[in-house]
């Protein structure tokens, strides 16, 4: 019994050592080296590239990559629920309507993001569309600012938010509603004190669907961003690109993965409900 | 379950609206005879351009190969681990592939890149189609694992129980009883598999080789030197191939 | 079963009728290369080519740095091919192998990055300046002029670390390879001075939002500047008065590659006056080229952007090699200038 069980697992097991915790443990040992004279990695080891992450400049961009991930997470959330809610209560339909939150994302990403950017620049479809109604006289400077790269980044991660809370609401009882109805509940009441809790797990599920990523972004904040501000993410790529300096590059992304591990790991408790 | 209401489908009309909008707009500009914003008449022009150009052309070829062999590995990979995972807990699997959902991309691309520099050393492998399927792989079983361990818990684990009271081995309890009830949570991890993979662009940029030039890379490329209608017309064309597969799939499921 | 041998044998034969003939892989700059010049080369000498591009040095060094990047010949600017020789990425250049090398010009036949052309052979030439929209009056003609208050909002400089902190050093009168920190750090306060007026940093993606006018004032690389220009009157360009930085890109054969003798060939090719005309004319560029820049046609010749006046070309600066302790600190400006 127990050897088919490990042949199940085998593959996975193969999978993950050598496609992504080896490449993990390279990447922590090369966060100790020293950066090669042009670029890359050369010895000796030390621990110089943690202490200069711990400028003040470099915690401001952890903070505001906080920040900016928090706003987008909320956000996929409250416009996420409502539409895994109409989903959920769809019948027969289900899957088509939750394909149709789908669909989008089978064009590129980039695509999608450059389709903002058309949408929302001076001589965009939004302000064309304003100025003629007669709302606006100038163009409203709708791209590279934060609150575009906050747009992109919503519209990018709804699905994952979507689709965990789907998952959830699916399984909802009925009954449940049903009685808390026939016990004098108005719709509102059920939602909230009722609906909402029972999704936790889907909620929790999609916020580190969707946290996460954010957390990490480079090519949203980047291009809505008009380059103006720098998340962690764009930190990262820097690193590894214009300033080719390996080490420093590895200490930050370690250091953003053990801040996200941290954050699990009080987020998730290991019971029944758990992603995994 | 029809209590939805009249708010929650407004709403929902709202929302997908929102989703498909900046679609809508590439498509139909990407029937403008001009290149900018203002409207010059119709032209079928640009699908012209996208059909000829090669380069495109062979991504496009590239992302569906990469997509579709990487969805098919992971998918399996993962249906079996979720299955393995589901009877018998690992923490440290199950830690692994949680960290490797939420690893940045750019952290796993660059790890991957670091990792195929150093079997370089060893063995002769070039950066490839196989190098970027790999990856593709590896970063996708998690999200397979993920769908479909949540499909088998809502699964009445005492249906294996009688098929192996009856006499079937393990193996066969799976495949007979297990899998034909997950089915719907594996094809929605494989739908979510091919998504993420043909969709990807920081790790694939990273890991492709000279002949793996997918999609997302030549619309970068493209995207980068300025508003090109190509790129809506290639878009365009995604979406209704992959809206007519889906639309078509449902239409089979429900006859 | 039948069906399943059956494909196996036609894959198997579209297998033996695979394409022999030896193939060489270029990677190069986007839009930096006539539509012809590579089937001409297949076709004369009877091989294959594969040509990818990239957009930036930074994306190009990223995939070869492993030395396993499949390919064979690529285009860094100057100031890469040192950190690429200190890599051990590059192969030797065999000037016997190159006939056509006496067409480069004089001054690129020894150029400073590479005096002997051991390892890289000169190719085309870009420079960085101020595109402008003609609403803007007076147009721009100095670095000082996009730090003009009635700008906010409508001009943009470039997303490179190099170029932007150059323009604000050639503004404060310093040298654009300057290694003294405390000029770097008087250069990063003009830049995060500027920062409240700057639109976004772009590089071409600035060119339509010039055309169409929602940017004023670009900081913007003569190629890109040159190809707005051709689909608008309304768009000049401008070499600064204080000085601005030129990027020479030069060939260089990689170490890795199983094909040096074809890849000579290529250069050798590029190198062909007309060909190399071609080139410059598709690519919008300056050409390093002197056979070829007699062959170019005379609008092409003159023009001011990409042909500029000897007393012109006497104000830009090329672009050195950053040394790696300057490197750490333009690296740290760069990020403070971002964060700000």
């Known amino acids: 019994m127990k050897r088919l069980r490990a042949w199940f697992l085998a593959p996975s097991w193969t999978v993950m050592l050598t496609l992504f915790l080896a490449p993990l443990v390279i990447v922590c040992a090369y966060s100790f080296l020293t950066r090669g004279v042009y670029g890359g990695i050369s010895p000796p080891w030390t621990l110089e590239s943690y202490q200069r992450l711990a400028d003040p400049i470099y915690l401001a961009i952890l903070w505001r990559s906080f920040w900016v991930a928090g706003i987008s997470t909320i956000l996929c959330l409250l416009l996420g629920f409502p539409l895994a809610l109409f989903v959920s209560r769809s019948g027969k339909r289900k899957n088509l309507y939750l394909s149709l939150v789908i669909l989008p994302f089978w064009t590129s990403f980039l695509v999608r993001t450059y389709a903002w950017m058309f949408l929302l620049r001076d001589t965009g479809l939004v302000n064309t569309a304003l100025q003629k109604l007669g709302l606006i006289h100038d163009p409203l400077p709708l791209l590279y600012n934060n609150g575009a790269v906050v747009l992109g980044l919503v519209y990018g991660y709804l699905p994952f938010m979507v689709l965990p809370l789907y998952a959830t609401l699916e399984r909802l009882d009925p009954n449940l509603l049903e009685a808390a109805a026939d016990l004098g509940a108005r719709p509102w009441v059920t939602l909230t004190r009722v609906v909402v809790p029972l999704c936790a797990p889907g909620i929790r599920a999609g916020t580190i669907l969707v946290f996460i990523p954010c957390l990490g972004a480079y090519l949203t904040p980047d291009l809505l961003g008009g380059g103006k501000s720098v998340m962690i993410g764009n930190l990262i790529q820097n690193q590894f690109t214009n300033a080719r300096d390996w080490p420093f590059g590895s200490a930050i992304s370690l250091t953003l993965m053990v801040i996200v591990m941290a954050l699990l790991m009080t987020f998730i408790r290991r019971d029944q409900e758990a992603l995994l | ?255 | 079963m039948n069906r399943r041998i059956f494909l196996l044998g036609v894959t198997g034969l579209a297998a033996c009728t695979r394409d022999t003939r030896p193939r060489l892989n270029v990677f190069n700059w986007s839009n930096y290369i006539a539509p012809d010049t590579v089937p001409k080369f297949e076709k004369e000498f009877g091989v294959r080519v594969r040509y990818g591009i990239y957009e930036s040095n930074e994306e190009m060094l990223a995939r070869v740095m492993g030395g396993n990047s499949g390919w064979d010949l690529v285009f860094p600017t100057d100031y890469i091919v040192k950190p690429m020789l200190a890599n051990d990425l590059i192969g030797p250049v065999h000037r016997d192998l190159l006939p056509n090398l006496g067409e480069l010009e004089g001054l690129f036949q020894k150029p400073e990055w590479d005096p002997e052309l051991k390892w890289s052979v000169p190719y085309m030439v870009t420079a960085a300046g101020i595109a402008y929209n003609r609403k803007l009056i007076p147009p721009p003609r100095a670095w000082a002029d996009m730090w003009d208050p009635r700008l906010r909002g409508r001009l943009t400089m470039l997303d490179d670390p190099f170029d932007t902190i150059g323009a604000c050093l050639k503004k404060l009168g310093f040298s654009v390879n300057t290694t003294d920190p405390a000029q770097l750090g008087k250069a990063q306060a003009e830049a995060v001075r500027q920062k409240p007026l700057v639109r976004a940093y772009l590089n071409a993606e600035a060119r339509d939002q010039l055309v169409s006018g929602d940017v004023l004032a670009a900081h913007m690389w003569n190629t890109t500047a040159q190809q707005a220009m051709d689909s608008s009157n309304e768009v000049g360009f401008v070499y600064p008065l204080e000085g601005y930085a030129v990027y020479p890109d030069a060939s260089v054969i990689l170490r890795e590659s199983s094909h040096p003798e074809l890849a000579h060939q290529f250069i050798n090719f590029l190198l062909r006056p007309d060909i190399a005309a071609a080139n410059a004319v598709t690519a919008r560029t300056t050409t390093t080229n002197a056979g070829a820049r007699k062959l170019l046609p005379p609008d092409f010749r003159d023009n001011p952007t990409l042909y500029p006046s000897r007393e012109v070309v006497a104000r830009g600066e090329w672009a050195k090699t950053v040394d790696p302790s300057t490197q750490r600190l333009r690296d740290r400006l760069w990020t403070e200038i971002k964060s700000a």
């Open chain 2, 1 to 255: 379950m029809k209590r939805r209401g009249l708010a929650l489908t407004i709403y929902a009309l709202a929302a997908y609206l929102f989703l498909h909008l900046p679609l809508l707009i590439l498509a139909a500009f990407s029937f403008n005879q001009s290149r900018f914003t203002v409207w010059q008449g119709f032209s079928m022009h640009w699908y012209h351009a996208a059909l000829e150009d090669s380069q495109l052309m062979e991504a496009s070829w590239n992302s569906l190969i990469i997509a579709t062999v990487a969805t098919v590995a992971s998918t399996i990979i993962g249906t079996l681990c979720a299955y393995g995972l589901w009877k018998r807990s690992s923490p440290v699997l199950a830690g692994s592939l949680y960290l490797s959902l939420v690893t940045p991309e750019i952290v796993t691309g660059i790890s991957l890149l670091a990792f195929y520099q150093w079997i370089f050393r060893f063995l002769r492998v070039q950066l490839g189609m196989h190098t970027v399927i790999l990856a593709h792989t590896a970063f996708s079983i998690a999200y397979v694992v993920v769908i479909v361990i949540a499909r088998l818990r809502t699964m009445d684990g005492q249906l294996e129980e009688a098929a192996l009271d009856l006499g079937a081995n393990e193996w066969q309890a799976f495949r007979h009883v297990t899998l034909p009830v997950i089915l719907p949570g594996v094809i929605a991890a494989a739908l979510l598999a091919f998504t993420v993979s043909f969709d990807d662009y920081v790790i694939t940029s990273l890991v492709a080789g000279v002949n793996s030039e997918t999609l997302p890379m030549v619309i970068y490329a493209i995207a980068r030197r300025g508003v090109n209608p190509v790129v809506n017309a290639i878009s365009a064309l995604i979406v209704v191939g992959f809206g007519s597969l889906i639309l078509l799939s449902e239409r089979l499921r429900t006859t």
